[in-house]
């Protein structure tokens, strides 16, 4: 963090500058020339106050919002499709019947309601997804114009409208292309991805360059895999104490209220002082920025990095979104034909040892390897835990899913940190915008991919898609190793002063 000598004075600053860090005065500040020719002043080192440390338990508490209704409602689409299927047979309102007789005509029936279930995911997924994609890269990219916190309060605006016409819709048993608007309307603000996009631009703006910056999107990756724990264990006790799938949702709707508040209190990190000092020549030259990390000549030396780290990237959050998106139906279902209560407790298991207990080991493993070689240990354990659960039969083998991938998530915030650190402190919106563009799409092609070859293979060999998952980090692995070997010894790995 940007100093460490703590004054208990309420109205003082909660971090001060010190003497290992100073701050300097505005005839110390160092210009650095800016694409257009212009001397950019670097910003100076900031006063950090407690207001700043809102970031986290913001993205907690929206996490934890998102996620409530993200599990009820996957399993109120199932469960609504198998109750119009099987208009006979119905065991409560927020329980799936599963049928193991695998000769039986409702088992054939059971196996196309999976079908029609991820179908419609795929639906949801495109009709908020393909908009995303761009409101993530104009919106993230326009955080070095406009600064930080637009970014905060207008995803969580779409995510509040979405959720209130979801229970909306919930409460008269609407059809479900009625659902369709509310994502569409969230993915114009650019979905949970925005507010992920955002809370590693403000870490990465009240964080030093090197180890220091990793920590602090560690920190954001906990607030995250914390929030995600809470709902997705708490949502299967709730289905089957209330056998109501709109209480997730008013719990959810208070959290986002709650987090929007917490969000006008955040002080501003990128400041008009410091956006000012720099001319544009364009309306879409910060675009052009987060372009250029990958694309343009100028960036000859660090391009391969960028495109290697991106690649890697993409693959890890192919498997982690596109796993999300049909897991559900693969617990639900036989062999293993789990109730609400079961898959809330594996995901909060899974969820916790990856995103909490995973990540808090980094700072060990810091100790005695660098970033790269985290990557890899991460790429190995979430190929393992991937053909464990293609081949997994019943609980114990489920469970220890959870357990040989904790590292499996550590190659994501790695890659967040290595790309921060090779860019200017001007265009660290530009890099995450860049980021979050490919997470968005990723999120959609995995949605549409995974549950496309969940629905061709369910009927031949149910783990496939598993597979897949685990062939994409094998590559993952070797891309890094390839990134390990090439930059060592580079100036270029850390920023050093010139563009980008």
Request: aromatic share 14%; charged share 15%; net charge positive.
């Amino acid at each position: 963090m940007k100093g460490n000598k703590l004054d208990l004075g309420e109205n003082s600053p909660l971090i001060e500058p010190n003497e290992d860090i100073p701050v300097p005065y505005e005839s110390e500040k160092k210009p650095i020339e800016g694409d257009a020719g212009n001397n950019l002043m670097l910003p100076p080192n900031q006063v950090i106050t407690r207001c700043h440390f809102l970031v986290w338990p913001v993205a907690f508490l929206f996490v934890t919002a998102y996620y409530f209704t993200f599990t009820a409602f996957g399993q109120y689409v199932y469960i609504k499709l198998q109750n119009e299927n099987f208009p006979g047979i119905r065991v409560n309102k927020t329980t799936a019947y599963c049928e193991v007789n695998t000769s039986s005509i409702n088992f054939k029936i059971q196996e196309d309601v999976q079908q029609k279930a991820a179908t419609w995911g795929i639906y949801f997924y495109l009709s908020g997804g393909l908009t995303s994609i761009v409101a993530n890269f104009i919106m993230g990219a326009y955080t070095d114009r406009f600064g930080r916190k637009f970014l905060f309060i207008l995803p969580c605006i779409g995510t509040i409208v979405r959720t209130s016409l979801a229970m909306v819709g919930i409460y008269y048993d609407l059809p479900l292309p009625y659902y369709i608007a509310g994502y569409f309307i969230e993915g114009c603000t650019g979905q949970i991805f925005n507010i992920f996009q955002i809370t590693y631009i403000y870490a990465a703006d009240i964080t030093e360059n090197g180890k220091s910056r990793s920590v602090g999107i560690i920190i954001v990756e906990l607030a995250i895999g914390i929030g995600i724990v809470a709902p997705t264990l708490a949502v299967g006790f709730i289905l089957e104490e209330t056998n109501s799938f709109l209480v997730p949702f008013y719990i959810s709707l208070g959290i986002l209220v709650l987090t929007l508040f917490l969000m006008f209190l955040l002080p501003e990190t990128y400041p008009k002082a410091i956006r000012s000092q720099r001319r544009y020549t364009s309306k879409f030259e910060n675009l052009k920025d987060a372009v250029d990390l990958y694309f343009s000549k100028k960036n000859s030396g660090r391009r391969w990095m960028y495109i290697v780290s991106i690649l890697v990237f993409s693959f890890t959050v192919y498997n982690a979104l596109g796993r999300t998106a049909m897991e559900g139906l693969f617990l639900l279902n036989y062999p293993l034909c789990w109730n609400p209560t079961k898959i809330g407790v594996f995901g909060s298991m899974r969820v916790a040892f990856q995103q909490i207990v995973g990540m808090a080991c980094v700072k060990l493993f810091h100790l005695c390897m660098n970033d790269e070689m985290i990557i890899i240990i991460g790429c190995i354990s979430y190929a393992a835990s991937f053909v464990l659960e293609a081949y997994a039969t019943n609980d114990l083998m489920m469970y220890l899913v959870a357990i040989v991938g904790t590292f499996g998530l550590l190659t994501i915030p790695m890659i967040r940190s290595i790309l921060s650190q090779m860019t200017s402190p001007q265009k660290q919106g530009a890099v995450f915008a860049s980021i979050s563009a490919v997470e968005t799409a990723v999120n959609c092609i995995g949605a549409l991919s995974a549950n496309s070859v969940y629905i061709a293979t369910v009927k031949i060999q149910r783990g496939f898609t598993f597979i897949l998952f685990a062939g994409f980090s094998v590559i993952s692995m070797i891309l890094m190793i390839i990134f390990m070997i090439g930059t060592r010894g580079s100036k270029n790995r850390i920023y050093n002063g010139k563009d980008p």
